[in-house]
């Protein structure tokens, strides 16, 4: 599975987009790219996966480049509750090998 | 059921005692992954079973823990003889099949806590 690079804080404002990049430049052409995040000590709650092309849904959006080797995850509208570490995963099949997340910590 | 279920929420044993967690998993998904997480640091895989047949157990330590997957019954991972060491969350998680594209749900973790 590729490794995965991602920064490790960052702050956003309420109301404001929260981009989040994750560069994974040795992704294979089969993994995809997943994000989970983790809010305090909960479960990690999936947000959205991808393997080529952007997707959105009802969470955010996930921005994969051309060549695949980063993307962003886009929160549109952040608010409080989205404080949290999140995780981006390449994965092809079987398990998630989680890093360490960014900390996303969203201020008033 | 439409959400991993993982009982007790908390729980705390004494060292040297046996701690016995549990996980059902969404109806139909076939895959059943377990998780440890030490004061919320990193990750770790443990487990993973396709029905009930070990299907990756690479992560699991090679004493003390066991799990299992039955048919019509919740999964259990047990510890025996718990060390301090074993005080984590424990993650249960389940997919409706391997494959890259099906989606991994977790539950929401049982704490074990070892005195």
């Known amino acids: 599975d590729a490794k995965t690079t991602q920064p490790t804080s960052m702050d956003c404002a309420e109301g404001r987009a929260a981009n989040l990049p994750c560069n994974h430049s040795?992704?294979?052409?089969?993994?995809?790219v997943y994000w989970y995040r983790q809010i305090h000590s909960q479960g990690p709650q999936y947000i959205i996966h991808?393997?080529?092309n952007n997707e959105t849904n009802e969470m955010a959006s996930l921005i994969i480049t051309e060549d695949r080797k980063s993307s962003t995850l886009i929160l549109p509208h952040a608010t409080l509750r989205d404080t949290a570490v999140y995780y981006c995963?390449?994965?092809?099949?079987?398990?998630?090998?989680f890093g360490t997340g960014t900390r996303l910590q969203v201020f008033p | 059921g439409e959400e991993v279920a993982q009982t007790p929420k908390h729980l705390v044993r004494g060292e040297g005692q046996k701690a016995k967690l549990y996980c059902a998993p969404i109806?139909?998904?076939?895959?059943v992954f377990w998780y440890q997480q030490v004061l919320k640091n990193e990750f770790k895989f443990l487990i993973s079973?396709?029905?009930?047949?070990?299907?990756?157990e690479t992560g699991m330590p090679k004493e003390r823990f066991s799990a299992k997957c039955l048919p019509n019954s919740p999964c259990s991972l047990e510890i025996q003889a718990t060390k301090l060491e074993d005080s984590a969350v424990y993650f249960c998680a389940s997919s409706q099949s391997y494959r890259g594209e099906n989606t991994i749900y977790f539950g929401e973790g049982s704490w074990l806590t070892v005195v």
């Open positions: 079973f396709q029905n009930e047949n070990v299907f990756d």
């Open positions: 995963i390449p994965r092809t099949t079987d398990k998630l090998i």
């Open positions: 991808g393997l080529k």
């Open positions: 109806k139909g998904h076939s895959y």
């Open positions: 040795t992704i294979s052409g089969n993994e995809y």
